[in-house]
């Protein structure tokens, strides 16, 4: 059984190997220049050619041609893991993708999960269908598992700055610029569909960040001491992605294993310099 993932699932090189995944990258446009997030791009650099950009940066998903190439690939069942649908067209394509791949091998069996999430919720779901996939689990088993995960999975993340949003018409300019006055951070959140709401707000980065683990101590509450994983995706910010580390040890009990990852460039996009993205 095989892992194909978009490339807003946030992997590093040692993520890579462990769930043995394949990336379909998107690629990324900042003025005329295209970036191909293969695991390959500068992120400090681009951070820069973003912040320097007055025209918002844009994302092309893969081709249905190129979802069916890498399923073909695949040697025998594949599990595609795509961002959410409501965010990208990467979901439609991986699907007309998986049509184009059954009609040149119709005994292959595909399922493609739409994450209803990003960056750290993908990489999640990638190291669950390795945990399943090594111990054994039917396609069907596997398949039941993670679309259940699916429907409870918590995704939060607070950014540094709204530039980027507010370019992408992601947040008002209004709002941006009442943010940055009163240096308000928004703690945002999934909806539970696949879509971005705002969860919270508070002065500065480290209130924001401090309310983020509040909200997932409240998630986990009367689970199981160490029961749980949480993937924690940072935007060049290391430091900053350490300490939450720290808050989220000491706040959140039922939380085990954390495991943090850099941010891919299509994650970078909206995470931004700074940004801090959990899942669990």
Same mark, same amino acid.
């Given at each position: 059984?095989?892992? @194909?993932?978009?490339?807003?699932?946030?992997?590093?090189?040692?993520?890579?190997?462990?769930?043995?995944?394949? /990336?379909?990258? @998107? #690629?990324?446009?900042?003025?005329?220049?295209?970036? /191909?997030?293969?695991?390959?791009?500068?992120?400090?650099?681009?951070?820069?050619?973003? =912040?320097? $950009?007055? !025209?918002?940066?844009?994302s092309a998903c893969p081709s249905p041609n190129l979802y069916a190439q890498d399923m073909r690939r695949c040697d025998g069942d594949c599990f595609v893991v795509t961002l959410s649908s409501k965010l990208s067209g990467s979901h439609n394509a991986a699907s007309l993708g998986r049509e184009l791949a059954l009609e040149a091998e119709p005994g292959k069996r595909i399922h493609i999960f739409? $994450?209803?999430?990003?960056? =750290?919720?993908? #990489?999640?779901? !990638?190291?669950?269908?390795?945990?399943?996939?090594?111990?054994?689990?039917?396609?069907?088993?596997?398949?039941?598992?993670? +679309?259940?995960?699916?429907?409870?999975?918590? #995704?939060?993340?607070?950014?540094?700055?709204?530039?980027?949003?507010?370019?992408?018409?992601?947040?008002?300019?209004?709002?941006? @610029?009442?943010?940055?006055?009163?240096?308000?951070?928004?703690?945002?959140?999934?909806?539970?569909?696949? !879509?971005?709401? %705002?969860?919270?707000?508070?002065?500065?980065?480290?209130?924001?960040?401090?309310?983020? /683990?509040?909200?997932?101590?409240?998630? #986990? +509450?009367?689970? !199981?001491?160490? $029961? %749980?994983?949480?993937?924690?995706?940072?935007?060049?910010?290391?430091?900053?992605?350490?300490?939450?580390? %720290?808050?989220?040890?000491?706040?959140?009990?039922?939380?085990?294993?954390? /495991?943090?990852?850099?941010? $891919?460039?299509?994650?970078?996009?909206? =995470?931004?310099?700074?940004?801090?993205?959990?899942?669990?």
């Open positions: 059984m095989n892992i @194909l993932v978009d490339s807003c699932c946030d992997l590093s090189p040692e993520l890579l190997q462990k769930t043995g995944a394949s /990336v379909a990258p @998107l #690629t990324i446009t900042i003025n005329g220049t295209h970036y /191909v997030d293969d695991g390959t791009v500068d992120i400090p650099a681009y951070l820069k050619a973003m =912040a320097s $950009s007055a !025209a918002p940066a844009r739409d $994450s209803e999430s990003a960056s =750290a919720g993908e #990489t999640y779901l !990638a190291l669950m269908l390795r945990d399943l996939i090594d111990a054994g689990r039917s396609f069907e088993e596997i398949v039941s598992a993670i +679309e259940e995960k699916i429907r409870s999975l918590h #995704t939060l993340f607070v950014l540094d700055s709204l530039d980027n949003l507010v370019k992408n018409g992601r947040v008002s300019k209004a709002v941006a @610029l009442i943010a940055g006055v009163l240096s308000i951070r928004l703690v945002m959140s999934d909806d539970g569909h696949g !879509a971005i709401k %705002q969860l919270g707000k508070a002065r500065g980065i480290k209130a924001a960040l401090s309310q983020m /683990v509040d909200t997932c101590r409240k998630h #986990t +509450e009367g689970l !199981a001491a160490g $029961s %749980q994983r949480l993937v924690l995706s940072y935007c060049n910010c290391l430091e900053r992605a350490q300490q939450v580390q %720290q808050m989220i040890r000491e706040k959140c009990p039922a939380i085990g294993e954390i /495991v943090m990852t850099p941010t $891919s460039a299509l994650s970078s996009m909206y =995470a931004y310099d700074g940004g801090i993205v959990i899942a669990y």
